[in-house]
């Protein structure tokens, strides 16, 4: 027992250690933007923005999306979320969705303890240490199980690898990206350029659709 506490102390140790060594892949422009796609049509936008100051990385994510039949709205999404990171440890966020009026919420703070996660769908926890936040940006969640940024749900998705691929830009250039499929809990596809940046996504939405990302 003494063994395997100690071993899972060394596991966590070098869980913390990568992950504060690794550079966040913050874009140089210090924004991310992606218009959603369904049918061909544009049915919102979501953005992620970065902003440094005194050693600490803070996170606003923001998602709108409406989708309309005969101009009359059938579906209302919004999404609002901050990640505070520092280094490559996450050390707080706030999410907040609304769909349709429906409303779910994630709070998580790091204490002595690690980072405490609390939220519309779940009892309070602490999550793991290599658990990431589903806002994609960070490849690094890829690694590990991720807290729903709309409910505070621990997800522990089943990744695959696909090979890579060129995927299309919102102004009509492509890039080669490496593919991702995440399932289980959920499925989403995700594309990372080589850079390591966030490039696209595509999930299935509740009507059988698939809305893809195409970043601007």
């Known amino acids: 027992m003494v063994i395997g506490k100690r071993a899972m102390l060394l596991t966590a140790a070098g869980v913390i ?14 924004t991310l933007a992606f218009r959603l796609v369904r049918h061909g049509g544009e049915i919102g936008r979501h953005t992620v923005t970065f902003e440094r100051g005194g050693g600490t990385l803070t996170v606003r994510v923001a998602v709108d999306a409406l989708v309309t039949l005969v101009s009359i709205p ?32 994630v709070k998580a703070q790091r204490g002595p303890e690690g980072l405490k996660v609390t939220g519309s769908k779940t009892q309070p926890y602490v999550a793991p240490e290599a658990a990431g936040p589903t806002s994609y940006w960070n490849k690094q969640i890829l690694e590990g199980p991720m807290i729903s940024l ?5 997800l522990r998705p089943k990744v695959a690898i696909h090979p890579a691929e060129t995927i299309p ?48």
């Open 169 to 216: 830009l919102a102004s009509g250039h492509t890039i080669a990206a490496d593919h991702y499929n995440l399932s289980g809990p959920f499925n989403v596809d995700l594309w990372y350029d080589q850079t390591g940046t966030w490039a696209s996504m595509a999930v299935t939405v509740a009507d059988g659709s698939t809305v893809h990302y195409e970043r601007l």
């Open 17 to 30: 250690a990568r992950r504060a060594s690794a550079a966040l892949p913050v874009p140089p422009d210090n």
């Open 74 to 105: 059938i579906v209302r999404y919004t999404h609002r979320v901050v990640e505070t990171w520092q280094g490559g440890t996450l050390v707080s966020l706030t999410g907040e969705a609304d769909k349709n009026g429906q409303h779910e919420w």
């Open 150 to 154: 709309e409910d505070g749900v621990l």
